[in-house]
């Protein structure tokens, strides 16, 4: 069995990302620079906010945080997306999710410009996606796309099962698996036995927010297995949806929590945050 160490893939990336931020300054004076907005006190999105702005800290991209309180209005929220979107030195907005109940969040994701969508939700972008073309992808699922192809594992004619269908994770995912010629069963709440999918599968992708959700019998000899899963147990520790201790011994490759998916995805914001500023027009 292989560790698919997301954590080393990117810290590589974020090298790589440093270096061409230094370029794009040289070359053309462009700082690649990131708006975040987040709306409320949710504790776990603090904490993944202050990750995304000590990550661009690193390698040099300016990033700018909106703290808004949970009794904003949507107008609000609004106007400074529209600020941001006419903002020159913004190539990359980020609407952390969840909003409050109160606000309607596909508006929000939709106001902002597609050029600068690097958390890749705007529907423009999510159709492209899906037809194949040159876009914005979702960071996560994009993170695993990257962890998969630094290890050589080609999803092209693997029977692959995304459980899990939301938005941001799973639907993207298995956009992005189809896209690479996998043969994708996506499943979710309502999917009647998960087990005769998740048993046939050669790559298994899991991104659903229950620990343990996935057991040793529900697995294929030798499957591929991505956990994208973050869930906290009361005793504080941060474990996948994978039963990882006994997955393990029958995958061939699995990504450990943490260290597997949730670096990549940071990595992959930063490196869509760069594409974006590369795209900027001056
Ligand atoms: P979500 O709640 O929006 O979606 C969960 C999905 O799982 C839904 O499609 C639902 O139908 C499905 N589901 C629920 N119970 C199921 C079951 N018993 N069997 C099969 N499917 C079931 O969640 P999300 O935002 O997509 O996040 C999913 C998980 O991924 C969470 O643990 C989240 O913390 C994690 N996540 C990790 C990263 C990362 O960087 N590693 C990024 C985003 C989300």
Do not use: W
């Not at 906010?49 to 700018?64: N, Q």
């Not at 697995?219 to 147990?233: Q, S």
């Not at 996948?240 to 940071?266: L, N, Q």
Request: hydrophobic share 40%; aromatic share 4%.
């Amino acid at each position: 069995m292989v560790l698919l160490d997301g954590k080393g893939l990117s810290q590589k990336i974020k090298e790589r990302i440093k270096r061409e931020v230094v370029e794009l300054k040289e070359s053309r004076g462009i700082i690649p620079g990131l708006a975040v907005i987040i709306v409320g006190d949710d504790r776990a999105s603090h904490t993944y906010v202050k990750m995304k702005e000590r990550a661009c800290e690193e390698v040099g991209i300016y990033s700018i945080v909106h703290k808004m309180p949970s009794s904003i209005s949507q107008h609000e929220i609004e106007e400074t997306i529209t600020l941001m979107n006419r903002n020159p030195n913004i190539d990359g907005i980020l609407v952390q999710l969840p909003l409050p109940d109160h606000i309607d969040a596909t508006r929000i994701l939709e106001l902002i410009d597609p050029a600068k969508d690097v958390d890749g939700f705007h529907p423009y972008n999510f159709g492209r996606l899906v037809q194949g073309l040159d876009t914005f992808a979702p960071c996560t699922p994009l993170g695993v796309m990257e962890l998969l192809k630094e290890y050589r594992i080609d999803p092209k004619g693997l029977n692959a099962c995304v459980v899990g269908a939301s938005n941001i994770v799973g639907k993207p995912m298995a956009a992005l698996l189809l896209n690479a010629f996998a043969t994708v069963d996506i499943c979710h709440i309502y999917t009647k036995d998960l087990q005769s999918h998740t048993e046939r599968a050669d790559l298994l992708v899991v991104g659903v927010g229950k620990p343990h959700l996935i057991r040793e019998e529900m697995v294929k000899e030798g499957a591929i297995v991505i956990d994208i899963g973050i869930n906290k147990l009361d005793d504080g520790r941060l474990v996948g949806d994978v039963d990882f201790e006994r997955v393990s011994r029958k995958a061939s490759y699995i990504t450990p929590v943490p260290g597997g998916v949730g670096p990549m995805t940071i990595a992959m914001l930063l490196s869509n945050t760069m594409k974006a500023a590369r795209q900027r027009k001056v």
